[in-house]
């Protein structure tokens, strides 16, 4: 039987087209997809992100701890309430999981991890606390709900529904986030647009998610967070990095630090020995149609794969992250054109520079 979030009757009672998603009886959309992700570019949608899980790390060691297990390094969060976005690397350098890690309090953090991978990563977390004999512990924290509301609305809104929160929001600044009580609110979001995710008792969800909707807040499912993810280029788990492939060739080379030489996490050494022989790059589709996952991009270094592609509503043409060979030491050039294998048709595309729409204004043309 698949897993239900604390909002699946909400769902169900609002008419939602229910799918199975690792797992999870998720809404796929609430009546039109792409309605709600022009909401979402132009005022404010909402999404049930129930299914991600959040753990605590708490303990002595669970700074020590989180910098060998992260590529990025959390000592740069220096006070409470800072956020940044990582990934969890294997020996190999490939990506276990992307991930967000949240200081909340001295020995005390928050690590959001993907719905698909909760289980795996959890096993990962515990053998390394285990190898390390690290004096850190976790706890799933799935008495948790979580809401995205995003949108150029939609930090106005969320005050609207719940005004208690405006004075500990107010000024909060992206990738940071604030305790409210029981609740977490995060300037964050897989959207590409401006916004907060809200992790609440499960207990106060379905209320809370009428009241955002009775601020204006519209219902979206897993079909628009795609669309919108994707336009502002943001790595899918499983699709445009996995475990066999490094964050280097996966367009995150910017959440890899190196700075502290003497800060050997997992993954390092295989990161540093190895030149990325692949970039991953968004694609414009010259001709008509769709671009896939999967499909084959012909380039004159050699053959890449496209990793994620959709129509994308918002530019009103097809678009794509595909895993290019690089030149030499160079990635591919921005301008370059590229064939894509299309049912057996080799058709046009042109290599952009990513990402492709950010905060509701159109990067490319």
């Given at each position: 039987?698949?897993?239900?979030?604390?909002?699946?009757?909400?769902?169900?009672?609002?008419?939602?087209?229910?799918?199975?998603?690792?797992?999870?009886?998720?809404?796929?959309?609430?009546?039109?997809?792409?309605?709600e992700h022009h909401q979402v570019r132009k005022a404010a949608g909402m999404f049930d992100v129930s299914h991600m899980l959040g753990v605590?790390?708490?303990?002595?060691?669970?700074?020590?701890?989180?910098?060998?297990?992260?590529?990025?390094?959390?000592?740069?969060?220096?006070?409470?309430?800072?956020?940044?976005?990582?990934?969890?690397?294997?020996?190999?350098?490939?990506?276990?999981?992307?991930?967000?890690?949240?200081?909340?309090?001295?020995?005390?953090?928050?690590?959001?991890?993907?719905?698909?991978?909760?289980?795996?990563?959890?096993?990962?977390?515990?053998?390394?606390?285990?190898?390390?004999?690290?004096?850190?512990?976790?706890?799933?924290?799935?008495?948790?709900?979580?809401?995205?509301?995003?949108?150029?609305?939609?930090?106005?809104?969320?005050?609207?529904?719940?005004?208690?929160?405006?004075?500990?929001?107010?000024?909060?600044?992206?990738?940071?986030?604030?305790?409210?009580?029981?609740?977490?609110?995060?300037?964050?979001?897989?959207?590409?647009?401006?916004?907060?995710?809200?992790?609440?008792?499960?207990?106060?969800?379905?209320?809370?998610?009428?009241?955002?909707?009775?601020?204006?807040?519209?219902?979206?499912?897993?079909?628009?967070?795609?669309?919108?993810?994707?336009?502002?280029?943001?790595?899918?788990?499983?699709?445009?990095?996995?475990?066999?492939?490094?964050?280097?060739?996966?367009?995150?080379?910017?959440?890899?630090?190196?700075?502290?030489?003497?800060?050997?996490?997992?993954?390092?050494?295989?990161?540093?020995?190895?030149?990325p022989k692949r970039a991953l790059v968004g694609l414009r589709f010259l001709d008509r149609g769709v671009l896939r996952a999967h499909m084959?991009?012909?380039?004159?270094?050699?053959?890449?794969?496209i990793t994620s592609g959709t129509f994308s509503p918002t530019l009103g043409f097809s678009i794509a992250l595909a895993r290019l060979p690089?030149?030499?030491?160079?990635?591919?050039?921005?301008?370059?054109?590229?064939?894509?294998?299309?049912?057996?048709?080799?058709?046009?595309?042109?290599?952009?520079?990513?990402?492709?729409?950010?905060?509701?204004?159109?990067?490319?043309?």
């Open positions: 039987m698949p897993l239900r979030t604390p909002l699946f009757d909400t769902h169900s009672s609002s008419g939602a087209k229910l799918v199975d998603f690792g797992g999870w009886e998720m809404p796929l959309h609430y009546g039109s997809q792409v309605d605590d790390i708490t303990g002595p060691d669970a700074l020590a701890y989180l910098r060998t297990l992260l590529a990025n390094d959390v000592a740069k969060l220096d006070a409470p309430g800072r956020a940044l976005y990582s990934c969890m690397l294997n020996e190999r350098g490939g990506v276990v999981d992307d991930l967000i890690v949240t200081l909340l309090a001295p020995q005390r953090f928050r690590v959001v991890v993907n719905a698909s991978t909760a289980d795996k990563d959890l096993a990962w977390m515990n053998a390394r606390i285990a190898a390390a004999g690290a004096n850190a512990q976790l706890l799933p924290r799935r008495d948790l709900a979580m809401i995205a509301i995003q949108g150029p609305a939609a930090r106005a809104a969320v005050w609207s529904a719940w005004p208690e929160s405006l004075p500990a929001t107010e000024n909060l600044k992206p990738f940071h986030a604030a305790e409210i009580g029981e609740r977490l609110v995060s300037r964050t979001g897989y959207t590409g647009e401006d916004g907060f995710e809200i992790a609440l008792p499960a207990g106060d969800a379905a209320a809370f998610w009428k009241a955002l909707r009775a601020a204006g807040v519209a219902p979206c499912g897993l079909g628009a967070r795609d669309t919108l993810r994707l336009e502002a280029a943001m790595n899918l788990y499983g699709n445009d990095m996995d475990e066999s492939t490094s964050p280097l060739e996966s367009g995150l080379a910017w959440t890899v630090d190196l700075k502290d030489a003497a800060r050997d996490f997992i993954g390092r050494r295989a990161l540093t020995a190895n030149t084959k991009v012909v380039t004159p270094a050699g053959d890449g794969e690089r030149v030499g030491d160079a990635d591919p050039r921005p301008g370059s054109d590229v064939e894509v294998d299309v049912r057996g048709k080799l058709l046009p595309a042109r290599i952009v520079k990513a990402p492709f729409v950010r905060h509701g204004k159109a990067l490319i043309s």
